[in-house]
């Protein structure tokens, strides 16, 4: 190697340099950024993912080193030697960490030439996600994505220091696991050794981590990577990363109250911020009731309001039907706006539509003290008044209201509250707002499978006082169920978990689940059962979410190697077809 690099040796990375190193002999190595000739002086912009610095190639001064300066191209790989120099004052470039300072080269050597590259390696580049993708390797070159994945490896060393300093051990767990019902598809992973089996590649470590509670060792983490085969979306990748982390002999406040400490812990030393502790919490029902998400951004208001009780009563059809079903008439007080084009309101109730909603109602109260609503029609004078006074309007605002059942309603309700959140500019983008998110249900009603499912996962342990309604009325069992919540996205969840054979039968038979099928789905999970089971619980942390929330990116542009949004990979060709031999011996048959 030392002869590769020509007897040259790194001794300082191009953004590391200031006024202090003037004079200091120095050799770094790099891609030419740009290059630039002005006769008898070329300049360089050498770069490496600390930053780049500007190297000075002068012909009168040596004039063999210049005439190899001059073969320099955009990422052209080079070791390059000299003395730190201190720029004229109208040659300083404020724009650069290094922008005071210039290396002026006495040695070069080429290690490696570039053809022109498809785009240019800068974060202003105008290019296609497509082409970004296809050429990943110069993608990553860029320093937004160098300074995004840097920031996700100092957030994972936080972590694991945090946890380690807290008694937590870092243990892995399979990779090829047997398939369990899930929230997703699982990825599945033929056996060669034993025909027509299949190996599943996990959705996350929960039935493992429970394993290693039951096995004594009290407290788990792990940075783990899962798999989900599900259909993508902006914040979602198939193959991702959890911060996974499990306690024994913990309630509810001892996990939030370790977690919450972690999560301080990565503010205050990624984001120079000092969180106040504890964190807020809200109750599932409370944040779907004021702000239609159960994951709610709490940084600006419009909250949500219930008509229920003033509508109960109306001769229109979808606030009666609302009211006697048991649903919901949610209303959204768009303080000012009461002069929004028709076009601008329509495009409201598109939304709501999106979210399932049957449509979205309006009512204006002009500046003049005017109402205009084809409402009006429909409704008495104290029902109008009614909801005048419910939402406190005042001359000038828009009444927003849409009836349906509470969950269909509190969501279209919750993303309409988001659009003119955006849309009037009412959200503080430097603003972190955390709050928990507890006492979700434990169950909710499958309409396509006409049974009730695990709201989290069939592990979860329902609050004790609502033990006795698994008998009678499951829909209103709580769970010891908790979400942590940043600006509107879940940052991560998790619950504590069933710990009786009784109570773990007993959710199983409310989930329809047979005798058998447990068995046969987990069965080496429930046999660890009958030999003595802590009390324990934990959390998951989407690591991709999180970094994307701290460096205010897209996902994609937080993992190295990120799949589009269907599920592929433009760079490598994955997924592709396999030689017919390989198929062979994994005794599959393609049917084609």
Not at 118 to 143: A, G, Q
Not at 174 to 200: E, H, I, N, W
Not at 246 to 261: P, R
Not at 473 to 481: C, L, T
Request: hydrophobic share 40%.
């Amino acid at each position: 190697m030392t002869e590769v690099l020509g007897g040259m040796k790194r001794t300082d990375m191009c953004g590391a340099f200031s006024l202090q190193d003037v004079g200091r002999e120095v050799t770094l190595m790099g891609w030419v950024n740009r290059r630039r000739n002005l006769g008898s002086l070329i300049f360089a912009d050498l770069r490496d993912r600390t930053g780049i610095v500007q190297v000075v190639f002068n012909e009168e001064l040596d004039r063999d080193i210049f005439l190899q300066a001059e073969e320099l191209r955009n990422e052209y790989v080079i070791a390059a030697s000299g003395t730190v120099a201190k720029r004229s004052p109208d040659a300083v470039n404020d724009k650069l960490p290094t922008g005071q300072i210039e290396i002026k080269v006495d040695r070069l050597k080429i290690l490696s030439a570039a053809d022109t590259p498809p785009f240019l390696v800068d974060d202003n580049s105008k290019v296609s996600e497509s082409i970004r993708l296809k050429y990943r390797y110069l993608d990553l070159r860029r320093p937004s994505l160098q300074r995004n994945l840097i920031i996700r490896h100092k957030i994972a060393k936080v972590v694991r220091d945090f946890l380690n300093d807290n008694g937590f051990l870092e243990i892995e767990t399979p990779m090829l696991v047997k398939s369990t019902p899930g929230g997703a598809r699982d990825y599945l992973v033929p056996s060669r050794v034993q025909p027509g089996k299949f190996f599943a590649l996990p959705q996350s470590p929960q039935i493992f981590k429970q394993l290693l509670m039951i096995s004594g060792f009290d407290k788990y983490y792990q940075i783990a990577r899962c798999f989900r085969d599900e259909d993508l979306r902006s914040d979602r990748q198939p193959e991702f990363t959890q911060i996974d982390i499990e306690m024994s002999f913990v309630d509810i406040d001892d996990v939030l109250s370790i977690n919450e400490k972690l999560i301080a812990d990565i503010f205050r030393k990624i984001m120079g911020i000092e969180l106040s502790l504890p964190l807020k919490r809200m109750s599932y029902d409370e944040a779907m009731n004021r702000y239609g998400s159960d994951k709610p951004d709490v940084r600006f208001g419009l909250e949500l309001t219930e008509l229920s009780d003033v509508l109960k009563d109306s001769s229109f059809n979808a606030f009666k039907e609302a009211a006697e079903s048991g649903g919901c008439i949610k209303a959204i007080n768009a303080k000012g706006c009461a002069g929004f084009a028709r076009k601008e309101i329509d495009g409201l109730a598109e939304t709501a539509k999106s979210y399932g909603a049957k449509g979205l109602l309006w009512i204006t109260y002009t500046g003049e003290g005017e109402i205009k609503s084809s409402l009006l029609k429909y409704l008495t004078d104290d029902e109008l008044k009614g909801i005048l006074s419910s939402v406190s309007a005042q001359p000038g605002d828009l009444i927003l209201i849409a009836a349906g059942k509470f969950d269909t309603t509190c969501e279209a309700m919750g993303h309409v509250r988001l659009d003119l959140g955006n849309k009037l500019n009412l959200i503080d983008q430097d603003r972190y707002e955390l709050l928990w998110i507890v006492d979700f249900p434990l169950l909710e009603w499958s309409e396509e499978e006409n049974k009730y499912v695990a709201k989290h996962h069939p592990f979860t342990a329902p609050k004790d006082e609502d033990i006795p309604l698994l008998d009678t009325d499951p829909s209103k069992v709580r769970a010891k169920a908790y979400d942590i919540v940043l600006n509107g996205t879940e940052l991560g969840g998790g619950s504590i978990r069933i710990h009786t054979q009784e109570m773990q039968k007993k959710i199983f038979d409310v989930l329809g689940f047979s005798d058998e099928y447990a068995k046969n789905m987990f069965g080496f999970f429930l046999e660890a059962f009958r030999y003595g089971v802590p009390p324990h619980g934990g959390i998951a942390y989407g690591f991709d979410r999180m970094v994307m929330l701290f460096t205010d990116s897209d996902i994609k542009d937080v993992i190295a190697f990120p799949k589009t949004q269907n599920a592929s990979c433009l760079m490598s060709g994955a997924p592709s077809e396999v030689d017919s031999n390989q198929l062979r011996e994994l005794h599959i048959k393609m049917d084609n």
